[in-house]
């Protein structure tokens, strides 16, 4: 399986620059070796195939097959890859909202996100975790909220820079730390907040040099000129715009005939433009301004669909266009309005994150309180709760369970030998001696002292006393303990427990009184298994 992730990582690479269609031909090869079905293979290919359709601006496909990869990352267990479904899919449910406002539900979307970072949180494989992290990132990106995707982002660099180098690039990391610092710039830049915009621009080019110096891999000649660009773009506003501006041409034709993501050229555009401006060429950089409007991708984003419109406009009115600075001052208004709907998202989110914290510790605090703080098995409340659960149940009159009352023989002697730790460690033996004999649907509690008990679901009577004879000969095996088990054993329907737990108990004191180390069914038990 390591060897499939690594290939998704590699392939995830590919997919972003210039190569998804044959990225995604390998992934579903991939996905369909198992079985010949789609839905079957590992989550990791079924992301690089998410992937590459948001490479593909096919918005519709990627929620299609974030969709389709959720059941995988259930079957495998992996926190981190939900959390990169989910958070693919509501961002791209984001881009679909852009093209049919009846898609557009950014609470959805939000809760989604929200999801998909404490996913992200309790991922441990360091591959899964990178890519849950960067996804969660992107997905508060694209919502503007970049005070909430920066940590994330910086969370996926550190954890690449600390792995082994197979669980992703971590300039890649670097590289959209700057472009999301170039957003924001442009964004502060429509709202007349020149100077927050231009600090955010110089920390552009801090990420992009760096994302440039640490670039790896066999697309690591395509990533360094993106990285390039970027800083080129970042010193559009600053001391050096003609410099700025030769080095963005260089970049733009370079990145464009490697068929890179249309996302960077867009971006580009408008500082090429500014720094045109700067350096006294307003009328050459209008015209790159007029074919920038005309290039745009039917799936640009808001940002760049505004900052390419704006940025000619503002080169317009500087040109002496009245109609321009008209609509400049129209537009600067929207934007203004733009970035208070902004600044509300971000406070939702930040709400919905308080009340999933919130949610989670309840949940913590709910599972400690069924849970023995010495065995971490169930307690006695969990054990209670479980029954009158069961016996309250729809079906409880035709569902069968089996109850085992379990007492552990001599164990006042450990202690009393060997004292109270070897007395704990002991208990937390047999503990997991009984669970481990117990099935996926059973439960195993310790009611209190040296006593235990569990509830066998949907048991007969002799599948009962297998399970209990199978725990009292585990208990054997442990090594150096003397302990034994008694058991005593009763099934009834579930509506019935309470009578059984009675019957269970007095089989138990039987056996006990017998000597123990042994099983017995009750009275009634016996007679219906003879029967």
Not at 280 to 296: F, I, Q, Y
Not at 406 to 412: A, G, L, Q, S
Not at 483 to 488: Q, Y
């Amino acid at each position: 399986m390591r060897e499939i992730t690594l290939e998704a990582v590699r392939l995830l690479e590919h997919a972003q620059t210039g190569e998804a269609v044959a990225a995604r031909e390998r992934a579903e090869e991939v996905l369909r070796a198992a079985t010949g079905d789609l839905a079957d293979g590992p989550a990791c290919m079924h992301f690089v195939r998410v992937v590459s359709f948001i490479a593909q601006g096919d918005p519709a496909a990627a929620v299609e097959a974030s969709d389709l990869m959720l059941p995988s990352t259930e079957r495998e267990g992996s926190a981190g890859w939900r959390a990169c479904a989910l958070a693919s899919r509501a961002w791209q449910r984001l881009r679909l909202g852009q093209i049919d406002p009846a898609e557009n539900d950014v609470d959805r979307v939000l809760r989604d996100l929200v999801a998909a970072e404490a996913l992200a949180a309790e991922e441990r494989e360091p591959i899964a975790a990178v890519n849950s992290l960067v996804a969660v990132a992107i997905g508060y990106w694209e919502l503007r909220l970049y005070e909430l995707a920066a940590p994330q982002f910086h969370s996926a660099y550190e954890m690449s820079r600390a792995g082994d180098g197979q669980n992703g690039n971590r300039a890649m990391w670097l590289l959209n730390l700057a472009e999301m610092h170039l957003g924001w710039a442009l964004e502060l830049y429509q709202i007349s907040q020149v100077d927050e915009a231009e600090a955010h621009t110089a920390e552009a080019e801090r990420y992009a040099m760096r994302a440039a110096d640490e670039v790896s891999g066999g697309d690591a000649d395509a990533w360094r000129e993106n990285a390039l660009l970027y800083a080129a773009c970042s010193r559009a506003d600053r001391d050096d715009p003609a410099g700025a501006a030769a080095d963005i041409e260089i970049y733009l034709a370079r990145l464009e005939a490697r068929g890179f993501m249309p996302a960077a050229m867009t971006l580009g555009k408008p500082f090429y433009a500014v720094a045109l401006s700067r350096s006294g060429r307003p009328e050459e950089a209008l015209r790159v301004m007029a074919d920038a409007v005309r290039d745009l991708p039917a799936d640009a984003d808001w940002l760049a669909v505004a900052s390419t419109h704006r940025t000619r406009t503002v080169l317009m009115a500087n040109l002496g266009s009245a109609d321009a600075a008209a609509a400049l001052a129209y537009g600067d208004s929207l934007a203004g309005a733009l970035w208070r709907q902004r600044l509300n998202t971000l406070h939702a989110a930040r709400t919905l994150k308080d009340l999933d914290a919130l949610r989670q510790q309840h949940e913590e605090m709910s599972r400690a309180a069924d849970l023995d703080a010495l065995t971490g098995i169930a307690n006695r409340r969990a054990f209670d709760h479980a029954v009158n659960l069961a016996r309250t149940g729809h079906d409880a009159a035709i569902h069968r369970i089996a109850v085992l009352l379990i007492d552990t023989d001599r164990f006042k002697q450990i202690n009393d030998t060997h004292g109270h730790a070897a007395g704990d460690a002991a208990l937390r033996a047999i503990a997991a001696a009984l669970t481990a004999q117990a099935g996926p649907g059973d439960l195993v509690a310790r009611l209190g002292g040296d006593e235990f008990a569990a509830l066998l679901d949907g048991r007969d009577e002799a599948t009962a006393a297998d399970v209990a004879v199978r725990m009292v000969q585990a208990i054997r095996a442990i090594p150096d303990c003397p302990a034994t088990l008694s058991i005593g054993v009763a099934v009834a329907f579930a509506d019935e427990l309470p009578a059984a737990l009675e019957r269970a108990d007095e089989a138990m004191y039987a056996i006990k009184r017998a000597g123990g180390d042994g099983v017995r069914l009750c009275a009634e038990d016996e007679a219906a298994l003879a029967a």
